[in-house]
């Protein structure tokens, strides 16, 4: 194998930037642009998108937000009205009681307002750091690293980092990682690993970073 040259990361975010371009956009950040954008609303439609690919959580999402999209309209709905607006996701009739329990307390607690304050996010049944990270960072603009399984395999695959689990991935990542890529980092690696470093057949032979990537654990490609 040609010996490769030292993973240069801001290299590797402008050439994946670049990559992506013809792919659709990871879906909180396609939601975001389509004004679904504040931190009750993302996080929300993460909790959607858990263990569901974005072609369903995305209009899933959009589905329930038609109908209703404040803590206060999600509140007035009975949990069977929210289990049929999101039934296309997985766990639709967990996720059903976790969003309408998210919204009351935010009523209750937050005067209809969800903060931009991670405490708060990881205090909800059903949210862990992936979502509450995603919505801070795409929603309040605040630095924090989501990683999801698309994030947590290329950039161990790039070599960059090597943790076991996500959670492992996400402090190494915060160790390491300039922060102004803290929360780009979702946006590029979630369409790159969906269409470039895919889980299988990985397609090495065409990767703008193949120059610098490791490949650990990759032993067949494309
Ligand atoms: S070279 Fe292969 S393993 Fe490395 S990032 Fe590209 S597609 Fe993934």
Not at 9 to 30: G, Q, S, T
Not at 54 to 80: C, G, Y
Not at 147 to 162: F, I, K, L, P
């Amino acid at each position: 194998m040609r010996r490769k040259k030292p993973f240069q990361v801001d290299e590797a975010v402008r050439l994946i930037h670049e990559a992506i371009r013809p792919w659709p956009k990871a879906a909180m950040f396609e939601l975001a642009e389509e004004g679904f954008n504040s931190p009750f609303e993302q996080l929300i439609a993460c909790i959607i998108s858990i263990r569901t690919y974005d072609e369903v959580s995305l209009p899933t999402a959009r589905n329930l937000f038609t109908r209703a999209r404040t803590p206060a309209d999600i509140s007035q709905l009975a949990i069977e009205e929210i289990d049929a607006l999101i039934r296309e996701c997985s766990f639709h009739e967990r996720k059903a009681p976790q969003i309408r329990a998210i919204a009351q307390r935010v009523v209750d607690e937050f005067g209809g307002a969800l903060p931009c304050d991670r405490e708060v996010l990881l205090s909800f049944a059903g949210v862990g750091p992936k979502c509450a990270n995603l919505a801070l960072g795409v929603a309040c603009g605040e630095p924090f690293i989501s990683v999801d399984v698309h994030v947590h395999r290329v950039t161990n695959r790039w070599g960059y980092v090597s943790a076991s689990t996500p959670e492992r991935t996400m402090t190494a990542l915060e160790a390491k990682l300039p922060r102004p890529y803290w929360i780009e980092i979702n946006r590029l690696l979630v369409p790159f690993g969906k269409h470039i470093c895919t889980g299988s057949l990985p397609r090495c032979s065409t990767c703008p970073v193949l120059g610098m990537c490791q490949q650990v654990g990759v032993t067949t490609h494309r």
